[in-house]
């Protein structure tokens, strides 16, 4: 919950239980509730459901370590998931976006899915807005390569590899290409 409130986020209550949060949303009505799964009392769909009964206003923000779990809590109605992996920043903006009832899919999970689907489709579910060309370059820089040898190995020019690393570092919201590598192999990529 550190990370919340470091990010700006004001915690009403904990709860040890899914039957436990459910009480608190009602009394609290929070925006989001946080929920890390498995729960002991709730599996992840039923807990999604109670929360959407008791109060549909709220945010429902799912994390977990395995992602058919945080797949089967959005198919129940989390507005945001995040693996448990996620770094602090994914984290708060999944919370401020299920806030704005928006939805947001941890990064890593969108690439995770974007990497099991076919060729074809796979524009439609990239990470972070990330193009298939800027993620085609952000997998190459953890190895290390220069603009010149990432433009050789896909075939463009090194003015295209440029653009795109400034393009993905302005989209993941990171400052250098360390930073940038280091995004990459969070996302998978790499």
């Known amino acids: 919950m550190r990370v919340l409130t470091m990010g700006g986020c004001r915690v009403l209550g904990e709860a040890a239980t899914g039957r436990n949060a459910v009480d608190l949303v009602r009394a609290v009505a929070p925006d989001v509730v946080v929920a890390e799964v498995p729960l002991p009392d709730l599996g992840t769909p039923e ?28 198919a129940a109605g ?45 524009k439609a579910i990239s990470p972070a807005g990330l193009t298939v060309q800027e993620l085609r370059v952000l997998a190459l820089l953890p190895k290390g390569l220069t603009n010149e040898q990432i433009a050789v190995q896909l075939h463009v020019s090194r003015d295209t590899v440029k653009t795109h690393v400034a393009n993905a570092q302005r989209k993941l919201r990171v400052q250098s290409r360390t930073e940038a590598a280091v995004a990459a192999l969070q996302l998978g990529l790499g």
């Open 47 to 74: 807990f999604c459901r109670a929360v959407t009964e008791t109060r549909a206003e709220t945010g429902i923000v799912v994390f977990s370590g395995r992602h058919e779990r945080l797949l089967d809590a959005f």
């Open 78 to 122: 989390a507005r945001a998931v995040v693996t448990k992996r996620a770094y602090g920043g994914v984290f708060v903006d999944a919370v401020r976006a299920a806030a704005a009832g928006a939805t947001f899919i941890d990064p890593a999970l969108a690439t995770a899915a974007w990497l099991a689907a076919p060729p074809g489709s796979r």
